[in-house]
């Protein structure tokens, strides 16, 4: 950064020294300016009529000559990183924040308010009790970037709450990594998490897993949210009766890809419901990849799953393979008025004593290889005969009118 810099005000230092000309200063009114300095060197140099080009001249500092100097003098003490963000604004730069690991200590209940572009490693490990709420964190970010890495780590009673957080930001990037891993206990709630976002990409990998009865709640996650990806890579692997719930989850979004790879993976007495997930949606696409894969006594509910969504996609691969005693029920499911995609592969692989249902199922879907059919129920399957007949007949019926 600091070589950068130096680079950035050597159009106000260096070149000062250069030779006027009559036409040095057109369009500018200050003669120490990075931009008047240029083209006195350029003047110097170039031996041309020809017109100066305006993408270098655009491209000289917007630092005045007090800023140049301050910011010299800190860069020449290797200080400039603690002042980035004032750095960046005024030398008109995007500058990504340097996330390295916190450092701070927080012993009791502590309330983040107001928080944005921060890395929390390490941080809660085998804390006792408390409560930890951020609210209105990283809120109206331009390309925030957060960092929650092996957070609540074999904490016991602990809760964590996410309140508006990152709410109307844009190309949105945070990642959590090893949360709440053999935590006992405890809740993890996201609450109005991302709302209205553009461009959000978002990661949870190794959330939860170990853990004994800790839960964890989304709860109007990523509505009226533009594009973008979610990904939960090894969510509440090897995990123990541990409730997880997603409520509300991308309404009324427009052109979200969700990504459920190694769900469940492992755990035992898994109690996971999916409620008015991607409902009005724009084009959602939800991948389910091993999915509770030889999880045991899991029950798992999808309610409302992308009812009255515009297309969409949803694919489920290999989902409760190797499992036991497990029950899934699909209710109002994909019941869009312009209907998507749905595929289930390799569903129930080798699973023993599993009970799955599809209740009020919407039309366009793909079963393949799906194990042990006999074991499967669907109540008011909506057939694509059926599909088109009620189609035609609502046509009809405004034809009349």
């Not at 970010?141 to 780590?153: A, G, K």
């Not at 109690?271 to 999880?295: A, H, I, L, W």
């Not at 799955?356 to 799906?370: A, Q």
């Amino acid at each position: 950064m600091s070589s950068l810099f130096l680079f950035l005000c050597s159009l106000t230092v260096a070149f000062a020294a250069g030779g006027s000309s009559g036409d040095s200063l057109a369009g500018d009114t200050n003669p120490f300016s990075p931009r008047a300095s240029l083209i006195r060197y350029w003047n110097k140099q170039i031996s041309s009529n020809a017109p100066k080009p305006s993408f270098l001249l655009s491209k000289a500092s917007p630092l005045n000559a007090v800023d140049a100097a301050a910011f010299s003098k800190l860069a020449s003490r290797n200080a400039l990183s603690a002042h980035l963000p004032s750095f960046c604004a005024a030398a008109g730069l995007l500058c990504f924040p340097d996330l390295a690991p916190s450092l701070e200590k927080h012993d009791k209940d502590s309330d983040f308010t107001g928080y944005s572009n921060r890395n929390f490693s390490n941080y809660g490990t085998d804390r006792l009790g408390a409560v930890d709420m951020f609210k209105k964190y990283s809120e109206g970010e331009n390309i925030p970037v957060d960092s929650f890495r092996r957070y609540s780590r074999n904490a016991a009673g602990h809760n964590d709450k996410f309140d508006s957080y990152g709410p109307e930001g844009n190309v949105v990037d945070q990642s959590f990594n090893s949360y709440g891993v053999g935590a006992t206990g405890g809740t993890g709630e996201f609450k109005n998490y991302n709302r209205e976002v553009n461009v959000p990409n978002l990661g949870f990998n190794n959330y939860g897993a170990e853990g004994n009865g800790r839960g964890h709640k989304f709860s109007s996650y990523t509505d009226s949210t533009n594009s973008g990806g979610e990904k939960f890579s090894s969510y509440g692997r090897n995990e123990n009766g541990s409730p997880n719930e997603f409520k509300n989850y991308a309404t009324d979004s427009n052109v979200i890809g969700s990504d459920f790879s190694g769900y469940g993976q492992g755990a035992n007495g898994a109690n996971d419901s999916f409620t008015n997930y991607g409902v009005n949606g724009n084009v959602p696409e939800n991948t389910f990849r091993s999915y509770g894969d030889g999880g045991n006594g899991a029950v798992e509910n999808f309610a409302n799953y992308r009812d009255q969504s515009n297309v969409g996609d949803d694919s489920f691969q290999s989902y409760a393979k190797n499992s036991n005693s497990a029950k899934v029920n699909f209710a109002n499911y994909g019941k869009s008025f312009n209907e998507g995609t749905d595929k289930f592969s390799l569903y129930g692989q080798g699973a023993q004593g599993q009970s799955i249902g599809f209740k009020i199922y919407g039309v366009n879907n793909t079963f393949k290889d799906y194990a042990k059919k006999s074991e499967v129920s669907f109540a008011r399957y909506t057939s694509r005969s059926e599909a088109q007949a009620a189609a035609a007949e609502a046509a009809k019926g405004s034809g009349s009118r």
